[in-house]
């Protein structure tokens, strides 16, 4: 079954806007990572939040956790026309070794 | 001083034909896996093996087998092949087993089958 969510599945925005996207998981985690992924390409780690975390940011990114809700977001700010491209959460449960659970993810496109 | 690379890139054949799919990768890490993207874009995991040895194995028709000669290397052999194997094919390893790694992901292998 499906573990993680996303919302929306699309989303289309100018450049120089924020990008927020919502992730929901179903069971407990360790830890929640993001990951973009390019049309044709394959998925390139963005940022992991462990589940003792409530927030965290890299560069342009800024993620949430909160653990009671099962819920976790992922904003990008200013976005750019490189950001266009396909982001999906993956949830790291706390009885399974390595696997991570992914959503189907939200389809981002940035217009110059 | 590709991380994770894939062979094929593409793949067409024909139902009930046999293939293969090789990954590599020179990252040094234990852990590699096997994902399947279907066409809407879900990834859903179906092997994963951390030093050779299989430690994930999700409810895949056993048609599909991997195998892992060493521990950079995990080819996935389809047997068989069915219209609806039809995918996205996804390789990616990571330094060890634990979920909290991050995981490197090859360029992909698209399979259609005819």
């Known amino acids: 079954s499906q573990q993680g969510e996303e919302d929306p599945q699309a989303l289309s925005i100018q450049e120089g806007e924020n990008a927020t996207m919502n992730c929901s998981y179903k069971?407990?985690?360790?830890?929640l990572q993001w990951y973009r992924q390019n049309s044709g390409r394959g998925l390139v780690h963005l940022i992991l939040?462990?589940?003792?975390?409530r927030e965290k940011h890299s560069g342009r990114l800024r993620v949430t956790l909160d653990t009671s809700k099962k819920s976790s977001s992922l904003l990008i700010t200013a976005s750019r026309a490189a950001d266009t491209a396909s982001y999906f959460c993956a949830s790291g449960s706390t009885d399974s070794w390595g696997k991570l659970q992914f959503g189907a993810g939200t389809q981002v496109v940035v217009t110059p | 001083d590709t991380a994770v690379s894939q062979t094929p890139k593409y793949l067409v054949t024909q139902m009930g034909n046999d293939k293969s799919i090789k990954c590599e990768q020179n990252l040094g890490h234990d852990t590699m896996y096997w994902y399947k993207q279907d066409s809407k874009k879900f990834l859903k995991i179906m092997f994963s093996?951390?030093?050779?040895?299989?430690?994930i194995n999700e409810t895949v028709p056993n048609r599909f087998s991997p195998k892992s000669p060493d521990k950079a290397h995990l080819n996935l052999h389809i047997n068989s092949l069915e219209l609806g194997d039809s995918a996205v094919y996804f390789c990616a390893s990571s330094r060890s087993r634990t979920s909290q790694e991050t995981q490197y992901f090859g360029p992909g292998t698209r399979l259609l089958v005819l």
């Open positions: 093996y951390n030093n050779k040895e299989l430690i």
């Open positions: 939040i462990r589940s003792n975390e």
């Open positions: 069971t407990s985690i360790n830890n």
